[in-house]
């Protein structure tokens, strides 16, 4: 298969391309090249998307694939009407959903914003992200001759430059007594970057079609954190679980989700319900298989281990610490 990937050098889109190399397929990854080189036995074709399409990438032998990930509806539409019958893999996202609060939803249940086609500043409202990828979805369900949509959730695992699941793990290991935000029978649902990259780029050989989840099954928190001391070797005696509640945390100025200041992976309930517990047996169905999550911690401890710089949100030890002598003290 030739399979283009407009990307290749950043995260997911750079473990699609890995991937599909590592199963024999011709890769052209097209992208301008500033984040990085594309991985070994990838071509790389310099463009910047605001740019014209480079005549090397239509002149030549013709693509059986393309797989985007990008959120400017422009850049989408441009690179559609390009490569317009190449099967399309497109990854959305799961902010494309109006309903914060309703858990279990699918594909199909779940309201949806309004599209917006034009490029935007992602900053300048909650809603403009999901929106622009709305936006997207249509470009590529009604220019390309097939395509499939998928929407991930939360995107985990090595080179994960967001640094929020990567707290878990650098903080488990390290072990001692562990803030654990909220109740232990909240939902989490994440997947690893590795798994869903698999995924798509087996999307692109099947030429699947359709929409679809992009996540893993929903586990506890409690299991969530189980999982991921079993992967840095944290044992049983020393999971030093403190659970502390949503209206605590946020009484002392606790964030959710992501931030200097904040417990990652963690949103309020049930005001957000939805973010981590989205219908995937359809995505099962066809064909997304993921790893035990002790696998992805592990393997990401590792990655920040061999890297310092690698980034790191959430509390800092001595915030938790006040945080959980103030739990104590209530």
Not at 122 to 145: D, F, N
Not at 211 to 219: E, I, W
Not at 292 to 310: I, M
């Amino acid at each position: 298969m030739r399979l283009l990937v407009l990307g290749g050098t950043v995260f997911l889109s750079r473990a699609i391309a890995e991937e599909a190399v590592r199963r024999g397929h011709e890769v052209t990854c097209a992208c301008r090249g500033a984040s990085g080189s594309v991985p070994e036995g990838a071509t790389h074709v310099p463009w910047d998307r605001t740019e014209a399409v480079p005549s090397s990438l239509v002149d030549g032998v013709p693509f059986d694939a393309v797989v985007d990930v990008a959120r400017h509806p422009s850049w989408v539409r441009s690179a559609v009407a390009a490569f317009p019958d190449p099967h399309w893999v497109f990854v959305s996202t799961i902010s494309v959903y109006t309903d914060d609060s309703t858990p279990g939803g699918t594909v199909d249940t779940l309201p949806t914003h309004e599209p917006i086609h034009t490029d935007e500043d992602v900053m300048s409202g909650p809603h403009v992200y999901g929106a622009m990828k709305m936006g997207c979805e249509q470009a590529v369900t009604e220019g390309a001759s097939s395509s499939v949509v998928v929407r991930p959730g939360l995107i985990v695992g090595p080179r994960d430059r967001s640094g929020r699941f990567s707290y878990w793990p650098a903080r488990v290991a390290d072990g001692g007594e562990i803030l654990a935000p909220g109740s232990p029978d909240e939902a989490v649902q994440v997947i690893d970057v590795r798994d869903l990259a698999a995924w798509l780029v087996h999307c692109a050989e099947a030429r699947t079609t359709g929409l679809f989840h992009g996540t893993g099954r929903v586990t506890s928190r409690a299991e969530f954190l189980d999982a991921i001391a079993d992967g840095v070797g944290l044992d049983g005696p020393d999971r030093r679980w403190t659970w502390v509640d949503q209206d605590f945390l946020a009484a002392h100025d606790v964030e959710p989700w992501d931030g200097p200041r904040s417990l990652p992976v963690w949103l309020p309930q049930p005001d957000y319900a939805w973010l981590m517990s989205v219908d995937v047996e359809a995505s099962y169905a066809a064909g997304l298989g993921t790893r035990p999550l002790a696998d992805t911690a592990r393997d990401t401890l590792a990655w920040l281990r061999s890297e310092p710089d690698a980034p790191v949100a959430g509390l800092d030890r001595t915030s938790e610490t006040e945080v959980l002598e103030a739990w104590r003290n209530r």
